[in-house]
């Protein structure tokens, strides 16, 4: 089936974008009729998207990561050095129309922050000598990819023994040539054998996916990656992509070849489009050697190729459904749950979403076999995973683990002097109190709260930091990354946002913690897609483990006057009245 | 032949077409689920405004989006369910900018009633009072994005005979807004144009010339609720016997004594009254100061300037009981039109540039006497604590002093749906 045109719609507005700096009024008539749209729907997907702009962005956007890593290792400072070395404040550009200066949520390299994007590539560690050297350098009009960093992959830590499973070396045609001999049955069940769970948090086991897809009727039917990794302080697709691109090339084949698909997609995150170039070039590699295409693998009838399409700056596009909008070229709003993407995914045909690390991971239990694989890891719980660690530790950077690590030995490992506070698999996870640290990191147990699931992010905060900006931080994030089409998710964040300022201000009193617990459950209970429900999953963990800390919080003198309402702020702006 | 499954509503077995939509079903057999966006012709079904969330199979979840499938057993009425619907309502009154009392959908909004029927008579949410516009540029519609609930009805539902959008989401997260099309709304046929502002389930779709044709009052949820079981019969009022004499003392800050004079539109039960309570510091006795400590105050008006920011904390340190009584002392009201526009733009208006100020005029007036004026009208509950509310603009006045007497005395009340309104 030819996909259609409105697919097309996301690369064109990037085209533009690139071009000019910004799309304006004729190209926006120019695509409605083009797509046979009306135009304010054309409106409606520019505005969606972060990195689309209806107005100049300047020769150069430099966007710079405000997330709470960021924020730990010198936001504010680099900040105020971009705006005073270029002459623009954030949200603008500048008068010349040189730079342009934006914010933007986690762009994957909390090992190396301060960090941005400058006409999106990236700049790492940054301080503020760099940032001098680096305007100047623009002004002069050098071009950004000449001088920007090549980010580190910071691979840590792999099990001892020579017994890493994803970064060693992996030769072209070798996992599906294994699962060509095995047929799809028996590939199923060696993943079914191996546990494997969906590493893009949700865990759902990935055999039952794959063969729910294979059994429907309907073709074609697609493949697609989750190459969106928007969880803030998660960094470890990018470094797969960037080192392993040829494994996640061959586990989607495999996907394929099993379920009886012919097209594979990467949706690739904007923020990393830096990283294209290397699934392009694994891409065309397999093409070259006939490993992509017509009768490929020299499998009988299979026929696979794999697309890349960029994302452009949504956290929500992450959400599988809203991943699958976003493909076909719409607003990136997460589906109902009528109809599950292994029924009617992308456009309207069944559909397998994995994240890299699924797809990754399939190809070597499948290039090797369960045997080496189930040695690893913990009984229940067998195998490898990827841990981004970030925040307050000597040595951030990818963690691949054996699942069974307890907390205590990766804050060993990654010399985290100090830890007090840790947030697990994002904003969205779990935080864990030190007191907390010999629990161990594992598939096991999620009912039970005995062992803790990471989903991939593990952001480590010492005890001079603040909790509550950590968790505003959090807050502001899902506000501004809330799609907005559902009424709990988009007043809800901004409510809840409102409460912890008065919070962080000391305004609050014993109510707020109380009403804060309760509306953060109704979010979670009402919420359409798991953005809203799990916003405020931080929060109320955080309130009852760090229950003394938010106590210390509060407006102890409240007698039933709010004490501290701001008379003098509120009458400010009419005292300028005064004669 | 599509096949009969049986499914478990709130105890109740059912028997229903596998595959059916839950919302669809509870209707068809007679069980309220309250409801927004759901609107039965449009497949598949939106699933936006939450106010549907029920148990399904012990998980939360919305009925609407939900299918029938044998055994799926489905609470709708438990107590932390109810309250959940409830605040999810609550929550679109907090977002929004609704000012029913000058809303041309009063009585007809779906809203509104939404409201009515899950009893919610004040916001737990602070209003968030954001910016936004009325766009007035169309040339047959008003877009009033203050009352838009995004609940996805227009931008599905209205098309043009060229199958084009007409009403498309705009921006994201709390920004979202529904644009409209202009060059394609001029081409909408009457009859379209008007089923567009039918589907949107409040004021936010307003057609000119057209908007106002019912009467207030005769309108569709002017009168009566549609959960028939809903209770309206009088209970008997039981009066304890030993009914001591009460102080009460009232003060309009910000609001247009609409309220006080609704306390006094009880008729001859009035003369009952008095017997009960004595006034203190009120409009009503025209005392100045408190005289007396009080058992109640009842406050009318949200907080607009210092002088109410005084009265207020006044009337928190000589009253027990504090109970806000009207709309714009729950949560500011028709006064908080101003909170989305600067301060200096409201001054000027006022006194520079209306229609009734004086040639000429260039003072604004500031003197050591006057109370300032705040960067915004606040509702009473920001500058103290509040501890009852009586909704309505204003509320009725059985309903005020039905609700007096239980705070005072305990007596047991009911109020009729006519009773409860908020405009
Ligand atoms: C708000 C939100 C953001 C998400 N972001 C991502 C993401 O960036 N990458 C990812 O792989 N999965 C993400 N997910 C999870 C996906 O919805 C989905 O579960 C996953 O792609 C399935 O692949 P898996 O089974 O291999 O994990 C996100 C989910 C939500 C609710
Ligand atoms: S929960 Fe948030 S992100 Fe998800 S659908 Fe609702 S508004 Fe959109
Ligand atoms: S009538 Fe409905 S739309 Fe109008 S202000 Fe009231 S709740 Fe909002
Ligand atoms: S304008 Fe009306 S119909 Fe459209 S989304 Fe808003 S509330 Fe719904
Ligand atoms: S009626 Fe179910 S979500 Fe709106």
């Known amino acids: ?579 | 032949m599509a096949k009969m499954v049986t499914v478990t509503i709130d105890g109740k077995n059912i028997e229903a077409e596998e595959g059916k939509n839950l919302m669809q079903v509870a209707r068809q057999n007679g069980i309220f689920i309250p409801s927004l966006c759901y609107y039965e012709h449009i497949e598949p079904p939106l699933g936006t405004c939450r106010v549907c969330t029920c148990k399904i199979n012990g998980k939360f979840g919305p009925a609407c989006t939900e299918k029938i499938s044998e055994g799926l057993t489905v609470e709708v009425n438990s107590p932390e369910l109810l309250d959940t619907r409830k605040a999810v309502v609550e929550m679109m009154f907090a977002e929004g900018n609704h000012i029913c009392p000058a809303c041309e959908k009063s009585g007809m909004c779906d809203l509104q009633h939404m409201g009515y029927e899950l009893g919610v008579s004040s916001t737990r949410f602070q209003h968030l009072f954001k910016d936004r516009v009325i766009d007035f540029n169309p040339t047959r519609m008003v877009m009033e994005h203050n009352r838009c609930i995004k609940c996805l009805r227009c931008v599905v539902d209205v098309k043009t005979s060229e199958g084009k959008k007409v009403f498309n989401y705009q921006n994201r997260g709390n920004e979202t807004f529904v644009g409209i099309d202009y060059e394609q709304e001029a081409k909408l046929t009457e009859a379209e144009a008007v089923n567009a502002m039918k589907i949107c389930p409040t004021g936010a779709i307003i057609l000119r010339g057209v908007s106002m044709a019912e009467p207030f009052g005769e309108r569709k949820f002017d009168r009566e609720s549609v959960q028939h079981n809903y209770n309206v019969k009088k209970k008997p009022v039981s009066r304890p016997a030993l009914m001591s004499k009460k102080i009460v003392a009232t003060v309009s800050l910000a609001g247009c004594f609409g309220c006080h004079m609704s306390l006094l539109d009880v008729d001859e039960e009035l003369l009952d009254l008095v017997e009960l309570v004595s006034f203190d510091k009120s409009p009503l006795t025209d005392f100045k100061n408190f005289t007396n400590r009080c058992h109640i105050g009842l406050i009318e008006g949200g907080v607009c300037n210092s002088e109410n920011v005084e009265t207020l904390r006044k009337f928190r340190e000589h009253c027990d009981i504090l109970v806000s009584l009207g709309e714009c002392s729950i949560w500011g009201g028709l006064p908080t039109m101003r909170n989305s526009i600067p301060l200096s733009e409201c001054l000027e208006e006022a006194y520079l540039n209306s229609a009734t100020s004086e040639p000429g005029a260039n003072i604004i007036p500031y003197h050591e006497d006057l109370p300032k004026i705040l960067d915004r009208v606040y509702a009473c509950n920001e500058i103290v604590k509040i501890d009852y509310y009586i909704p309505g603009c204003p509320p009725d006045a059985n309903h005020i002093w039905k609700a007096v007497k239980n705070i005072l005395w305990g007596e047991e009340y009911s109020i009729l749906y006519s009773e409860f309104k908020y405009d």
């Open chain 1, 1 to 579: 089936m030819e996909e259609p045109r409105q697919t097309l719609l996301l690369n064109q507005l990037w085209e533009l974008q690139s071009a000019n700096g910004f799309i304006n009024d004729a190209d926006i008539k120019r695509l409605a009729s083009g797509f046979n749209l009306s135009d304010v729907e054309v409106e409606g997907v520019v505005s969606f998207y972060h990195f689309f702009h209806r107005k100049p962005t300047g020769k150069y956007s430099i966007y710079l990561n405000n997330s709470i890593v960021a924020d730990l290792k010198g936001f504010h400072r680099i900040k105020e050095t971009f705006e005073r070395e270029t002459g623009a404040t954030f949200g603008s550009v500048d008068r010349t129309g040189t730079f342009g200066l934006f914010l933007t949520p986690c762009i994957g390299l909390s090992d190396q922050e301060p960090s941005a994007l400058i006409n999106f590539y990236p700049f790492t560690n940054l301080n503020a000598i760099k940032v001098k050297d680096i305007v100047t350098q623009l002004k002069k009009g050098v071009a950004p990819e000449t001088i920007c960093d090549i980010p580190a992959d910071n691979i840590r830590y792999t099990p001892p023994g020579n017994k890493s499973v994803f970064f060693k070396p992996f030769e072209a045609g070798s996992a599906i040539e294994r699962a060509g001999k095995l047929g799809p049955e028996k590939v199923l069940e060696e993943l079914k054998k191996a546990e494997l769970a969906g590493r893009g948090g949700a865990y759902y086991p990935t055999w039952k996916k794959w063969d729910a897809a294979r059994l429907q009727p309907a073709v074609p039917k697609y493949v697609v990656c989750n190459a969106d990794e928007g969880e803030p302080g998660t960094f470890k697709d990018r470094v797969l992509i960037n080192t392993q691109a040829r494994s996640l090339v061959e586990g989607m084949m495999i996907c394929g070849y099993t379920v009886g698909a012919e097209q594979g997609i990467i949706y690739l995150r904007g923020e990393y489009r830096w990283l294209q170039h290397k699934l392009d070039e694994a891409i065309r590699e397999y093409r070259e050697v006939g490993l992509l295409g017509r009768e490929c693998a020299g499998l009988k009838g299979f026929r696979f190729d794999i697309r890349v399409q960029i994302g452009a700056g949504s956290y929500v596009c992450g959400e599988e459904t809203a991943l699958l909008e976003s493909l076909e070229g719409k607003r990136g709003e997460p589906r109902t749950k009528w109809f599950f993407p292994v029924e009617k995914g992308y456009l309207q045909q069944p559909t397998v979403i994995n994240n890299v690390e699924t797809f990754c991971a399939a190809a070597r239990i499948i290039e090797t076999g369960t045997d080496a694989y189930m040695q690893l890891g913990i009984p229940g719980s067998p195998g490898i995973k990827l841990l981004s660690v970030s925040g307050d530790c000597k040595l951030p950077g990818i963690y691949e683990i054996e699942w069974g690590m307890t907390v205590a030995e990766l804050l060993e490992l990654c010399g985290a002097e100090d830890p007090y506070y840790i947030q697990v698999s994002g904003p969205s996870g779990e935080c864990i109190s030190i007191r907390e640290k010999y629990r161990r990191i594992s598939m096991l147990d999620l009912l039970a709260r005995k062992d803790i699931r990471c989903g991939g992010s593990f952001m480590i905060f010492s005890k001079q930091r603040d909790l509550v900006k950590v968790l505003l931080n959090f807050s502001e994030f899902f506000k501004s990354e809330s799609c907005g089409i559902c009424t709990p998710c988009r007043a809800g964040n901004f409510i809840i946002q409102r409460k912890l300022e008065r919070l962080s201000l000391g305004l609050a009193n014993e109510k707020d913690l109380q009403e804060l617990k309760s509306w953060g459950t109704i979010m979670k209970n009402t919420s359409r897609c798991g953005l809203g429900k799990t916003a405020t999953n931080s929060l109320i963990y955080a309130m009852d483990k760090f229950h003394d800390y938010f106590t210390g919080k509060l407006d102890k003198e409240f007698n039933g006057l709010n004490q501290r309402f701001d008379m003098e702020g509120a009458v400010k702006d009419y005292e300028k009245y005064k004669i």
